[in-house]
């Protein structure tokens, strides 16, 4: 289920084309044209609640339905523009960035931007922030002033599953963790 899990992460978040549906403007998917779309690839088989249970088990929580499970969204990450309706919030005064030593130069030089995504995923925690960091190799943690930076104008949203999303973190607002 883990593969199926993370193709479904592949559409939701930045190829819906492969399976030939769309997302909406708040990237959400119609569920049985998901499935439909899924199995239709000859590569996976999957039902409704074989995805209930993706859904209700992922350890990062990125995926919801809608109320009346029709539809169903990646709560963040997407490299498509969608709005996923995330209020602004004010964040702790401190977040976290984990990456991998080998891009922490870059960082230094240019601060935090969101590459091929939407937005720049900060983590509460540096526990977390560490198992992000070492999906990319010798982890490095930035430690993010992010009370300083909201104070100053930046917007911060959270997602559903608790990830601070910001447009980017300029390197003055940056310090090893």
Known sequence: MKRTSVFISLILRHQPEVIGITLDANGWADVEKLIDGINATGNYHIDMQMLEEIVRTDNKQRYS??????????????SVQVDVELKEEQPPEFLYHGTGEKYVESILKDGLTPKSRLYVHLSKDIRTAENVGSRHGKPYIFKVHSGEMFRCGHKFRISENGVWLVKAVPTEYLEKA
Do not use: C, M, P, Y
């Open 65 to 78: 339905f809608s109320e009346d499970k029709t539809k169903i969204r990646a709560n963040q990450g997407h």
